[in-house]
């Protein structure tokens, strides 16, 4: 079955308090009963909805725990430390502790295995967590560059490409470091890892790729 938007849905008005309940109680369940033990009739007993009102916005399990897990990480915001460096460890530091809770490290882990057999799902998943999080490589290349740290793009291709990279760089060393090492993502580790992408970053300034 593959996966569908809540919000493609048609009918009654969706209700922002019970989907709060719901994604709540989603997390809550993670944490205490593991992924394969997770069901939507628990979630809406928790949540204390009926089970059909899950169903109504979402298509199964896989989907309710991307947007479960997705809301974590809209909580992630960019410091302004004052130089993109520190920028940058502000927010990997805060992504870190995000990575550690259970309900995210045991949610994003296992729709990522399921994403493997459903490619609806790995879409869903970049479109919840992957692209609407590139909002702070943007606004941090934006910021460097009016402080002259980083050169201006001016072509859109290249930009766009540059953001891809720096995210990918940034989500796939912290999520090996937390979730695949089991390794802390501290002060010390981040503040390593952002001088290593930092000199990258020079270099690909000083060279840029041909398109």
């Known amino acids: 079955m593959q996966s569908r938007s809540p919000a493609s849905r048609t009918g009654r008005p ?10 709540a109680a989603t997390r809550e369940a993670l944490v205490e009963l593991g992924w394969s033990k997770l069901t939507l009739g628990d979630v809406a007993t928790r949540a204390g909805v009926a089970k059909t009102t899950l169903y109504r916005r979402w298509a199964g399990k896989n989907e309710l725990v991307v947007d479960a897990v997705a809301e974590l990480f809209d909580e992630l915001e960019l410091p302004d430390r004052g130089s993109l460096a520190a920028d940058i460890e502000g927010v990997v530091l805060q992504f870190a502790s995000i990575l550690a809770l259970p309900e995210a490290r045991s949610g994003l882990m296992a729709v990522v295995a399921e994403s493997t057999r459903d490619d609806a799902l790995r879409e869903r998943i970049r479109a919840s967590v992957v692209d609407r999080q590139k909002r702070l490589v943007l606004e941090g290349r934006s910021r460097a560059q009016a402080r002259g740290e980083l050169p201006a793009e001016p072509d859109p291709a290249s930009s766009a490409r540059t953001v891809d990279l720096i995210f990918d760089m ?8 937390t979730l695949v090492s089991a390794e802390p993502a501290d002060e010390d580790w981040v503040h390593r890892f952002t001088g290593v992408l ?12 041909d398109g």
Request: proline content about 3%; charged content about 15%; glycine content about 10%.
């Open 198 to 209: 930092l000199r990258g970053l020079a270099g690909e300034a000083a060279h840029p790729a």
């Open 170 to 177: 940034v989500a796939g060393a912290v999520v090996h470091r």
């Open 14 to 23: 969706r209700s922002a308090t019970a989907d709060a309940a719901i994604l």
